[in-house]
């Protein structure tokens, strides 16, 4: 799930699909129109979207989508007579999601329409795995994943117990390690320091219930709040004083506690853990698809010049249709061989252009010839694999 910022102005009543709401591009001044996708783990290929308002979470539009991709399955897998219990299995469809989508009632939807899942919840819901010790965690593929381990279980969650699996990753540990220390940490230092100083000059008219709100504020980050010991004295404006610092104990057991863990579930009892991990993963090609979106160049839902509900959503068809296109092209020409990004792959389709030369003869009309312009090695090679030659005007 997704949304993007449009430019409708605020009193359009023509377009309430164009709504405020948390903006994901940062834009919170204008109204939001909001895209779930469906694409396939090869390739990042299209298979649903769905559009809605930009004031609605995403949680709430999971089952519009579950049940029109159950539907639509069902008419393939019947379509394909694959009526038998061996043919079944071999079409079943697994669903990745992360864990905005969480719910009872979507987890219920999903048991009803048989689709299998795999998803994660917050580790913050699951204390006990947090609390177990490195050695309880084996390797899962090291050619695969490197030093990624794992620890795999089962749990009642969202009122079933599931296949739960703890993950720990040393890349994802560093770097959660460096982005909390480097930013989040610094930055709740810096903004303590502020009123710290304030408060040591004696400049301050604001009573010890404002001061407390705004540190508060600051620190209400809950690994903040867990790491930062801060001391408020003083009980009139004049002779408040903060103190802080950083409680070394508290960082290194949240960094054990936390850094690097994922908690994966999955009603895939089968499955290895690699292949549980690597489901998970999957999610890249859908974030893959929205970046694509928000390209401004190439295959872009922006800008969009439309103000009423209907020519906004055949606006996001026409963008889905362009960006299921594009990735197939993508997806044909990285079967053979050739890794090109869509951007590179549209220039290089794009330079491949036809001309018409006209030869005046000594009487009548000229003669039209047509002929591809001069192509590279590469173009060529595009040729020949999306079989372009086709459309090549011949002598």
């Known amino acids: ?85 061996a043919a079944r299995t071999a079409t079943d ?8 989508q969480n719910s009872a009632a979507n987890f219920a939807l999903l048991a009803d329409t048989r689709l299998h899942y795999v998803g994660s ?8 795995l947090l609390a177990l010790a490195a050695s309880a965690r084996s390797t899962v593929d090291e050619d695969r994943y490197g030093g990624l381990s794992a620890y795999d279980t089962r749990r009642v969650i969202y009122g079933t117990e599931r296949r739960t699996i703890l993950t720990h990753s040393p890349e994802l ?64 404006p004049k002779d408040l004083r903060l103190t802080w610092n950083t409680n070394t104990d508290a960082r290194a057991e949240l960094e054990e506690e936390i850094f690097g863990k994922h908690v994966l579930i999955t009603d895939h009892d089968d499955w290895t853990v690699a292949d549980v991990v690597a489901g998970y993963r999957s999610q890249s090609e859908a974030e893959f698809s929205f970046r694509q979106l928000k390209d401004t160049h190439v295959v872009s839902f922006s800008p969009m010049h439309h103000w009423t509900e209907h020519n906004i959503r055949v606006h996001t068809f026409t963008c889905v249709l362009a960006l299921q296109i594009a990735h197939l092209l993508r997806l044909q020409t990285d079967r053979a061989g ?55 005007p011949h002598r």
């Open 1 to 85: 799930m997704t949304n993007f910022a449009t430019f409708i102005d605020t009193g359009n009543a023509k377009a309430p699909i164009a709504q405020r709401g948390k903006a994901k591009q940062k834009r919170a001044d204008l109204r939001l129109v909001g895209l779930g996708l469906v694409v396939t783990r090869d390739g990042g290929i299209p298979l649903l979207s769905h559009t809605y308002p930009g004031n609605k979470p995403d949680g709430t539009q999971f089952p519009a989508m579950i049940e029109t991709l159950a539907a639509r399955h069902a008419a393939l897998a019947a379509a394909a007579g694959t009526d038998t219990m």
């Open 93 to 100: 469809m697994t669903v990745v999601f992360d864990a905005g």
């Open 121 to 128: 919840v917050p580790a913050s819901d699951c204390p006990d």
């Open 173 to 236: 540990h560093e770097h959660q390690a460096r982005g909390f220390d480097g930013t989040t940490l610094a930055k709740a230092g810096r903004r303590l320091d502020e009123p710290a100083a304030t408060l040591a000059h004696g400049k301050t008219r604001r009573p010890r219930s404002k001061v407390e709100t705004e540190i508060a504020t600051i620190t209400r980050d809950a690994w903040v709040r867990r790491v930062i010991n801060w001391q408020l004295d003083g009980q009139h």
């Open 338 to 392: 050739l890794h090109l990004s869509v951007r590179e792959l549209l220039r290089q389709l794009t330079g491949i252009g036809e001309t018409v030369l006209l030869y005046q003869g000594e009487r009548g009309r000229p003669k039209a010839r047509r002929m591809l312009t001069e192509t590279t090695d590469l173009q060529d090679n595009l040729s020949q694999i999306l079989q372009l030659d086709r459309w090549t």
